[in-house]
């Protein structure tokens, strides 16, 4: 009985295991055989070794590997000893595959090529040179690119989550990749492609239904992309889902122009991913891998691209962003119906050292600078207390700060995995605050007399101006700037005669630290001045601690 139970379990236990997959058997060594030209191919094995000559003073030798009907092979071709050959494929109809040059530092290699039912090898140059021509066939590899795929109707499936090994079969291949996104997936991308030594990269993304180019991407070191939209090419008016905003198509790293494409061709659906690889050096043997990854982020999660003003991600009041790739810039786009002050905070970043500006654009045919904070390092946050923003679109970007490295000025700050905070709050331009900029005459923020309001002095170097104007019998002035705890403020004020400063009339610092400086019943005749805020030597700054400056 117990041996029936035994021989009980046995019976049900699983499957046994699945066979490991055979070794591809070894190539075969071929002789060339002339007369071998294109109507006479030489046919070979689908794994074939071929010892061959170039006759001079120019020979062509045409191979036919036959994997037969329906079949799909892929082949690794190379070509070994010549000094300066070609080697070309065809498809089965003798349409033009690719070309790959051998000799000198070219390889004369193609990784893996898609071979259906039939294709044709091509071995040409001057003469008299021998060679040896590898065709390794084998079947098709998952997660392996297969050339050509430089069209659209050749692409490469990606699918999210699964990487795909690559190579730049030339110094200046094109490797198109078909991402398809299933319904309900999360809004944003994460695309990563590993870097292949002295390669510059360029990736594209383009529309699925057209092919339309909706945004590009530049690296020397490999590529790492966060937030990409999955919404790229909507109409304007079609709006975001759940987002409530809207989002155009775009660019980044300064270079390709918008796409706009028609509403619904290809939106939430994928993209085709267009690689780029351009080298000096011919082509790189170094493989490359891509991943394109689902990702649901915040709520307030940045939208790819946002690397200038008019594709600016809208901001209310919060967001949450990631500097990748390196150069990374995460334009924020705020719009106020009527003169506002806005504030700012921004979170540091684990590993690139942060730079928080604000721009507008009225009046110029550019966005202009308002004010800029660096005053951290990394995973230290930068303030802008008060910026002045007209009415209508003003801007918010987020970048890494630049640094000098080998006399160079760059920012090639990046942080992958580590996200930031944006803040920003806007309260009435009612004149009760000072507001960026003011830091000199012409930029003055006029005030009328009497008033009260708060300021700060920030960043390090900051200077606040306000210019008034005193009527003829006006009564003695006096100015009040309280004390600012940790900070030693100093108080000029000047006389205007135009946009400069013609003579001061009072100064006061009789403070030596933090403590309140005034001017008191100063007699002014009819004109403009001016009231400066500083601190002395530019030693002292604060984001978080307002002074207080009266003017009666």
């Known amino acids: 009985m117990v041996a029936a139970l035994l021989c009980g379990c046995r019976e049900k236990a699983g499957p046994p295991p699945a066979a490991e997959p055979q070794p591809p058997a070894a190539p075969q060594r071929v002789q060339e055989q002339e007369p071998n030209d294109f109507q006479r191919a030489q046919q070979i094995p689908a794994r074939a070794i071929v010892a061959g000559t170039l006759q001079a003073p120019r020979d062509d030798d045409w191979y036919r590997v036959g994997p037969g009907a329906g079949k799909l092979l892929a082949l690794r071709i190379e070509l070994k000893g010549a000094s300066n050959a070609w080697v070309e494929t065809f498809d089965r109809d003798r349409n ?33 040179q021998d060679y040896e021509l590898s065709v390794l066939g084998g079947d098709p590899s998952a997660g392996e690119e297969l050339e050509p795929n430089n069209r659209a109707v050749d692409a490469t499936e990606l699918q999210p989550g699964k990487p795909v090994r690559g190579t730049y079969l030339t110094a200046e291949d094109e490797d198109w990749f078909r991402l398809v996104v299933p319904p309900g997936s999360p809004d944003v991308l994460r695309i990563e492609v590993t870097p292949v030594a002295g390669v510059r990269l360029e990736l594209e993304v383009r529309a699925l239904a057209d092919a339309a180019l909706l945004a590009s991407f530049r690296g020397t070191d490999g590529l790492f992309v966060r937030d990409l939209s999955l919404r790229l090419g909507e109409r304007a008016d079609a709006g975001v889902a759940d987002r409530g905003v809207t989002e155009d198509a775009g660019v980044a790293d300064g270079g390709a122009q918008a796409v706009e494409m028609d509403a619904g061709a290809a939106a939430g659906t994928g993209y085709y991913l267009v690689l780029k690889g351009k080298s000096r050096r011919g082509a790189p043997q170094t493989p490359y891998t891509i991943t394109a990854t689902l990702e649901a982020g915040a709520p307030d999660l940045e939208i790819e691209p946002n690397d200038d003003p008019e594709h600016a991600t809208p901001l209310r009041d919060t967001a949450t962003g990631f500097i990748a790739p390196a150069g990374d810039q995460d334009w924020y786009r705020v719009h106020a119906d009527a003169p506002m002050v806005l504030h700012a905070e921004l979170s540091g970043a684990d590993r690139a050292d942060l730079e928080l500006a604000v721009y507008t654009s009225a009046g110029a045919d550019k966005p202009r600078l308002l004010a800029r904070a660096n005053e951290g390092g990394p995973r230290e946050p930068e303030v802008l207390p008060a910026v002045g923003i007209p009415a209508g679109d003003s801007y918010v970007l987020v970048q890494a700060a630049a640094r000098q490295l080998e006399g160079k000025w760059i920012r090639d700050g990046e942080d992958r995995q580590t996200p930031y905070r944006l803040a920003v709050q806007l309260a009435p331009d009612d004149g009760t605050t000072e507001r960026e900029p003011n830091d000199d005459v012409a930029s003055a923020q006029t005030i009328t007399v009497p008033v009260a309001l708060k300021g700060w002095i920030w960043p390090r170097k900051d200077v606040d101006v306000f210019r008034f104007h005193v009527a003829a019998g006006q009564a003695p002035v006096s100015v009040l700037l309280s004390s600012v705890r940790g900070v030693d403020l100093q108080l000029r004020l ?30 002014l005749k009819e004109g403009d001045y001016a009231v400066e805020v500083s601190s002395p030597r530019n030693k002292d700054a604060s984001a978080s601690q307002p002074y207080t400056l009266s003017v009666q």
């Open 494 to 523: 000047y006389q205007l005669h135009g946009e400069r400063p013609a003579e001061v009339i009072g100064s006061s610092d009789t403070r030596r630290g933090e403590g309140e400086e005034k001017l008191v019943a100063v007699p």
């Open 96 to 128: 033009p595959l690719l070309r790959v040059h051998a000799g000198g530092e070219d390889p004369g290699l193609i990784p893996a090529m898609a071979c259906l039912e039939a294709c044709f090898v091509k071995v040409s140059g001057t003469g008299p």
